[in-house]
């Protein structure tokens, strides 16, 4: 949910298309728009955003 908040909110762009597969064993969610984009790399101070996303998907995965 907040990837797709994200892309709504912050991306400046007119679509965003989400794509969700599964498996017996993995799930998976892409998130991705027609925005401004942003370097996935790069620290942004005072927002956790990528990084806490695949912080709380790892604790999920792990916990099954």
Same mark, same amino acid.
């Given at each position: 949910?907040?990837? @797709?908040?994200?892309a709504?909110h912050?991306? #400046?762009?007119?679509?965003?298309?989400?794509?969700?597969? &599964?498996g017996?064993? *993995?799930?998976? @969610?892409?998130?991705?728009?027609?925005?401004? #984009?942003?370097?996935?790399?790069r620290?942004?101070v005072? &927002?956790?955003?990528? *990084?806490?996303m695949?912080?709380?998907a790892?604790?999920?995965v792990?916990?099954?």
């Amino acid at each position: 949910m907040e990837a @797709l908040t994200n892309a709504f909110h912050h991306s #400046g762009g007119a679509r965003v298309e989400l794509k969700v597969t &599964h498996g017996r064993k *993995i799930f998976s @969610l892409k998130v991705s728009d027609d925005g401004l #984009g942003f370097d996935p790399d790069r620290s942004h101070v005072g &927002h956790w955003g990528l *990084i806490g996303m695949r912080e709380r998907a790892s604790r999920r995965v792990d916990a099954c």
